[in-house]
């Protein structure tokens, strides 16, 4: 019971994986180590920049505070996973669009972050975005054009459904 | 940096987290979302993490006898999102979207918070404002610490070893409590560099059971007695003034104390304005 070693069954990105893991080993280094799912990047490693987000059971998370051991039987979605469904699509558009990135770190982490609140219906003001995404870090853009792509999509997403 | 080597078990009770705590070194894990950090940097190294997540009868927000009692287990997004917390709390419900990032408020727990006992953080702040009750389980049973006895020092509560907290208890606010929250912090849902969380019952012109807890200017989060009772005398200047007898914020890699102190009368006066207001 109180082992070192757990074998886990999670569901990534609709796929169940079963693995023997070291409980001190975090989610997202088994997502990148054990399943080569490298989309979700390790920045600060203290839950401050944002950069390993991932979602569990629907909800994003810091994918460096939470240990893989603790994902046995939850639903875990990455970056892949959520590209390639093409939920993002038009965000991840809008970002090529609107320079919102360039050396691309932070943005997977952006893209799932902002997408929960593109998720939660509406169109937020500008600062209702920055304030949803003060806990992703990017170093590069100055985040002004991060904000005007997810506000397009807020309002690109309400018009189709207006 | 990676943790240093643990191992991990998941308690299916508080019964059996209790008796797995009994185990030299370990740990109680909750959210995780100040503990994972503190392992990742190896600033701690427990043998063993009983891991708490799975005990149901932890979780739940209910109204009970003229009190809001919120399981230890509790999402702060669940917190944020509940009507009953924004009824019967508002001061939590104010406090809460400053708590960490979305991220961190989906996974961090009320409990975990409390426990933790970050000097810099909200919500011991705002449970001493309100007078909590902070319910515990350990080896000898259950018991209950009022929040103006809980927070010992510096990271230090009156949680023992092998004591889980199980809830929290606010009393229930009526139509002449108010309430008030600020804080400055360098970055929306960072820790703060000084922060206030205040209650007050409205008294004709007047206000009587005034509690200010200051956060980010000491060990623990601290009353701020003296300008307190300037405060229920409707003087904001004079307590202002008096915060110097109540505080005395070291420095910190954020701000220098003399920096949090002028800070300090700052939230003060904001926070005065807010409790002059009616709860709508």
Do not use: F, K, M, Y
């Given at each position: 019971m109180s082992e070192r070693f757990h074998e886990i069954a999670v569901t990534v990105n609709g796929e169940e994986v079963r693995e023997r893991v070291d409980a001190r080993k975090t989610l997202v280094d088994f997502l990148r180590e054990n399943l080569a799912l490298t989309g979700s990047h390790v920045g600060?490693?203290?839950?401050?920049?944002?950069?390993c987000t991932v979602r569990v059971e629907g909800a994003v998370v810091r994918g460096c505070l939470m240990l893989a051991v603790q994902c046995d039987g939850k639903r875990v979605e990455t970056i892949e996973g959520v590209a390639d469904s093409a939920e993002i699509a038009d965000l991840q558009q809008a970002f090529v669009t609107r320079n919102a990135l360039q050396c691309g770190y932070c943005t997977p982490g952006m893209l799932l972050t902002a997408q929960e609140l593109l998720a939660s219906g509406g169109v937020p003001s500008r600062e209702a975005i920055r304030i949803h995404l003060s806990g992703n870090y990017c170093?590069?853009?100055?985040y002004q054009a991060i904000v005007d792509a997810v506000e397009a999509v807020a309002k690109a997403r309400a018009g189709e459904r207006a | 940096m990676k943790p240093a080597p643990f191992a991990y078990a998941r308690a299916r009770s508080l019964a059996q987290a209790v008796d797995l705590l009994a185990q030299d070194d370990a740990r109680v894990l909750a959210g995780g979302q100040s503990l994972i950090a503190t392992l990742n940097m190896r600033l701690s190294h427990p043998a063993l993490l009983v891991d708490i997540n799975e005990i149901d009868a932890l979780g739940g927000i209910s109204l009970r006898n003229g009190e809001l009692m919120i399981g230890a287990l509790t999402r702060h997004v669940e917190a944020e999102r509940s009507a009953e917390v924004a009824r019967h709390a508002p001061l939590i419900a104010l406090a809460m979207p400053h708590i960490g990032h979305p991220a961190i408020r989906n996974r961090g727990t009320i409990g975990g918070s409390v426990a933790f006992?970050?000097?810099?953080?909200e919500l011991p702040a705002c449970l001493l404002a309100l007078g909590a009750q902070i319910d515990i389980t350990g080896p000898t049973g259950s018991r209950t610490v009022v929040a103006d006895e809980f927070f010992k020092d510096l990271f230090e509560t009156a949680l023992g070893a092998r004591d889980v907290l199980t809830a929290i208890r606010v009393p229930a606010a009526t139509t002449a409590n108010r309430v008030g929250f600020a804080e400055f912090a360098r970055r929306h849902g960072d820790y703060a560099i000084a922060g206030l969380a205040a209650t007050a019952r409205a008294d004709g012109k007047h206000f009587a059971d005034v509690r200010l807890a200051y956060f980010g200017v000491g060990s623990t989060p601290v009353r701020a007695r003296h300008a307190e009772a300037a405060l229920a005398n409707g003087d904001v200047d004079a307590a202002v003034v008096a915060l110097v007898q109540d505080l005395d914020p070291p420095d910190d890699v954020q701000a220098t104390g003399a920096v949090k102190g002028h800070l300090a009368g700052v939230l003060l006066r904001r926070v005065a304005r807010q409790l002059m207001e009616p709860r709508p």
């Open positions: 600060c490693e203290h839950g401050v920049c944002g950069a170093r590069c853009t100055g | 006992a970050d000097p810099a953080a």
